[in-house]
């Protein structure tokens, strides 16, 4: 079944993913955004020196006053941004043919996209 973004969705997604980079870049810190939504929660964080950059579902992570306390041990989709080694990206194959890959694929687009430019 194909699944489909409305332009909120995406926008919802761009938002996300923004607010996690910027506050990892700039203060070197771990942030997590949930898009309820989309029942996906997105985490970016700081890794010898490389960014990282997970999605989730939102239900089925434990969370309390809107930081995950558990996560599940197999995210959605996880993405490596390196200065050095560029950009590398995989995604959990459990999500194939359900909203969640067209989530997936809109972030990766997303984040793919902003390595190039940078």
């Known amino acids: 079944m194909n699944h489909t973004l409305t332009q909120n969705e995406e926008q919802l997604i761009i938002d996300a993913l923004k607010n996690c980079l910027r506050e990892t870049y700039t203060n070197m810190s771990e942030k997590f955004e949930t898009i309820h939504e989309l029942d996906t929660l997105v985490s970016s964080f700081m890794n010898d020196g490389t960014v990282m950059v ?59 996209s902003s390595v190039k430019r940078g």
């Open 54 to 112: 997970v999605l989730y579902k939102a239900s089925d992570c434990v969370l309390m006053l809107g930081s995950p306390v558990e996560l599940p041990q197999y995210p959605m989709y996880t993405a490596q941004l390196d200065q050095r080694e560029g950009f590398k990206a995989g995604a959990n194959s459990e999500i194939q043919g359900t909203k969640y890959e067209a989530i997936v694929q809109f972030a990766h687009a997303c984040l793919e």
